[in-house]
């Protein structure tokens, strides 16, 4: 199975929308962690034209606060991620 023509690992660690897809895999991350917990979170992505950022917003369903997480991709290596998946 590929995903935007991704097929190895290593496609991915030069990928153009490599923190597109990661930023997705945290937000459906958190989203499954709160659903096991029996929580139905609403979860936003903020950015004005100019300026400020927000990856993720998450308000509970009980709370009249929201949260923020910041969904960085720093990178890695290309090399040893391919040593560590092999190794998997």
């Not at 290593?10 to 990928?15: A, G, V």
Request: proline fraction near 5%.
């Amino acid at each position: 199975m590929q995903f935007a023509g991704i097929q190895a690992l290593s496609q991915l660690i030069h990928h153009p929308l490599r923190g597109a897809i990661f930023e997705s895999w945290v937000v459906s991350e958190l989203y499954k962690a709160h659903v096991h917990i029996g929580e139905r979170p609403n979860m936003f992505h903020f950015r004005e034209s100019r300026g400020p950022q927000i990856d993720l917003l998450i308000q509970r369903a009980d709370a009249n606060r929201a949260r923020t997480a910041p969904c960085k991709d720093t990178g890695i290596d290309a090399d040893s991620a391919e040593d560590n998946h092999s190794k998997s």
